[in-house]
């Protein structure tokens, strides 16, 4: 199947509905549960029933390098990108450990990492040897763009046959929150200074050098356009990353499956983005996990309308903060198979 053509249902409003009232007829306060009530509903949406499972569940971690890094926007020197998708499946880094901690599957693809990876554990399909400098040339071909898109589409329908009942989105690329930040720019009709944030921590002057990379690159491609860009493949190719693209792609298998997805930090939402713009209505099916403390959060969350269940000032990417939802979700499972009913306890309530 196509990406860009798959079948996106609404959320079963019937289901939400039955969610609701078998939680309100739990032996707790009503609507006690606070936000975990929400998370279980749009649940139900998502599967169309009340009756789901959250596992298995996978995360798929899209590695690339980014040619932009080179006009000194990141902190990172970028071979920590080759570095650390090795480091990931042996299981040492961030999102690595955390997936171990909470049961969830995760392999590493490497679509552009700028050299070639000792390890048979990484899942290998190299649509090219790093972007091109965004600030210079376009970052990929439009073709390329596709590819990326394609690739991160077949490989979330493949966790989806291996049986997941939930995938979550992860990067891994130096130099990639300048992408994100263009790429949310270009669609969103912003400016550098409204979506450029410290990436992986670099300086106030490092800050503002980012900034002018971004609005010079937004310039190059012709998309500094006040009113926004309609065109995700154009913005993909001209200001993207490949690694981005893929895991836009890996969002839609979830919108075309009727499963979950759950994003992570500010890469993930350049992502979603990207993803709502190929195929509106896909955040329906995107479970907003954490809010990055990257600085341009804020403006694509809220024009995505998804708010984070989890504000904990972390900016770590490679799906690490996907992965704290998890408990989460266990947690909602547990309450619906294990709980008591108000019935059953024979309590009555007078508000
Ligand atoms: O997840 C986030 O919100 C996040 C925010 C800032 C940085 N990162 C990670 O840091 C890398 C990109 O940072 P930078 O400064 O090189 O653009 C990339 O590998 C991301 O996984 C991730
Ligand atoms: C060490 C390191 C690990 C990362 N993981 C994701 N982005 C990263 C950036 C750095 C610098």
């Not at 860009?4 to 032996?27: C, G, T, W």
């Not at 693809?109 to 290998?124: C, E, F, Q, R």
């Not at 596709?146 to 990067?171: C, H, K, P, R, S």
């Amino acid at each position: 199947m196509k990406y860009n053509e798959i079948q996106l249902l609404p959320l079963d409003k019937v289901s939400m509905q039955a969610m609701q009232d078998k939680i309100d007829n739990l032996a707790k306060p009503v609507k006690g549960l606070g936000r975990l009530e929400e998370l279980a509903d749009h649940l139900a949406g998502i599967y169309r029933t009340t009756a789901f499972d959250l596992r298995p569940r996978k995360c798929l971690v899209f590695a690339a390098d980014n040619g932009v890094v080179h006009e000194g926007v990141s902190a990172s020197p970028q071979k920590i990108t080759a570095i650390q998708a090795v480091n990931m499946m042996n299981n040492h880094t961030t999102v690595a450990v955390l997936a171990k901690a909470f049961d969830c599957a995760l392999q590493v693809y490497d679509v552009g990492i700028k050299a070639d990876l000792h390890s048979p554990l990484v899942k290998v399909h190299k649509i090219r040897y790093e972007t091109g400098d965004m600030l210079k040339e376009p970052a990929m071909t439009i073709s390329e763009a596709e590819e990326a898109l394609q690739y991160g589409f077949d490989m979330g329908m493949q966790a989806f046959d291996e049986g997941n009942q939930v995938i979550a989105t992860g990067e891994l690329g130096m130099g990639n929150t300048t992408a994100a930040s263009a790429i949310i720019a270009a669609l969103l009709g912003k400016s550098g200074q409204q979506v450029v944030g410290r990436g992986s921590n670099i300086s106030d002057k490092r800050l503002a050098h980012k900034i002018e990379v971004v609005n010079a690159s937004l310039q190059r491609a012709g998309l500094d356009n006040k009113e926004g860009n309609q065109d995700p493949l154009k913005v993909l190719s001209e200001v993207g990353a490949l690694e981005l693209g893929a895991m836009a792609g890996a969002m839609l298998a979830a919108g075309a499956r009727h499963k979950p997805v759950l994003l992570d930090g500010f890469l993930s939402y350049s992502a979603a983005l990207l993803a709502n713009t190929i195929q509106p209505g896909l955040t329906n099916y995107m479970i907003p996990t954490h809010r990055s403390k990257e600085q341009g959060s804020k403006i694509v969350l809220d024009a995505l309308e998804l708010n984070p269940y989890i504000d904990i000032n972390m900016c770590v990417g490679e799906g690490s903060g996907a992965m704290l939802l998890l408990p989460w979700l266990d947690g909602v499972k547990a309450i619906l198979t294990n709980m008591n009913t108000l019935q059953e306890m024979n309590f009555n309530f007078i508000p």
